[in-house]
T-cell receptor
Framework: LAKTTQPISMDSYEGQEVNITCSHN???????ITWYQQFPSQGPRFIIQ???TKVTNEVASLFIPADRKSSTLSLPRVSLSDTAVYYC??????????FGTGTRLQVFP | NAGVTQTPKFQVLKTGQSMTLQCAQD?????MSWYRQDPGMGLRLIHY???????DQGEVPNGYNVSRSTTEDFPLRLLSAAPSQTSVYFC????????????????FGEGSWLTVV
């Protein structure tokens, strides 16, 4: 199983770009990288998924270097509503995905 | 489109009581699962199912039973509640058991807060 390591917490201010890096040194060939967001008292919500290079959607960008041993979730111009816990998951099988403690992002006005 | 629906939202049980957390999805997803989340912790997988009639254990299955008689429903049963089962429970579903399927998002319910006293 690909273990992931991400910062426990991060602080930012409104309007700034936030980059959360996840380390996954033993990622396997068939593993995909997925990020979820969880607000208090809610279930996690899918943000973005990628395999290699860069993926962008209306919410975030995901940067994956060639060796795939890490990935960076980029949130452009965060707002207060982006305050949440962000989980980095790596795996091929859904039942093997591990939600660790995630990164707690606090956005200040 | 309701997505993943869990009931009840809140429940208080006495030690030794049994109960069932209901979960239903209307997206025709094959894969369904139950997680628990303790304060300040990540989600831990309890049981999962890759299709009707098929269930399997996750990371923390003890004290819980599941069944999957239909594609839509995946109830979680607490056999004899213990204070250690006080937690928030999330039901989830996805199109496939494999993340490689493009857009294989896991959809989560709103959660069920369970307190065992």
């Amino acid at each position: 199983l690909a273990k992931t390591t991400q910062p426990i917490s991060m602080d930012s201010y409104e309007g700034q770009e936030v980059n959360i890096t996840c380390s996954h040194n033993n990622i396997a060939t068939n593993d995909y990288i997925t990020w979820y967001q969880q607000f208090p008292s809610q279930g996690p919500r899918f943000i973005i998924q990628g395999y290699k290079t860069k993926v962008t959607n209306e919410v975030a960008s995901l940067f994956i270097p060639a060796d795939r041993k890490s990935s960076t979730l980029s949130l452009p111009r965060v707002s207060l509503s982006d305050t949440a816990v962000y989980y980095c998951l790596v795996g091929e099988d859904t039942d093997k995905l591990i939600f660790g403690t995630g990164t707690r992002l606090q956005v200040f006005p | 489109n309701a997505g993943v629906t869990q009931t009840p939202k809140f429940q208080v049980l006495k030690t030794g009581q049994s109960m069932t957390l209901q979960c239903a999805q209307d997206m025709n997803h094959e894969y369904m699962s139950w997680y628990r989340q303790d304060p300040g912790m990540g989600l831990r997988l309890i049981h999962y199912s890759v299709g009707a009639g098929i269930t399997d254990q996750g990371e923390v299955p003890n004290g819980y039973n599941v069944s999957r008689s239909t594609t839509e429903d995946f109830p979680l049963r607490l056999l004899s509640a213990a204070p250690s089962q006080t937690s928030v429970y999330f039901c989830a579903s996805s199109y496939s058991e494999f993340t490689e399927h493009s857009g294989n998002t896991i959809y989560f319910g709103e959660g069920s807060w369970l307190t065992v006293v």
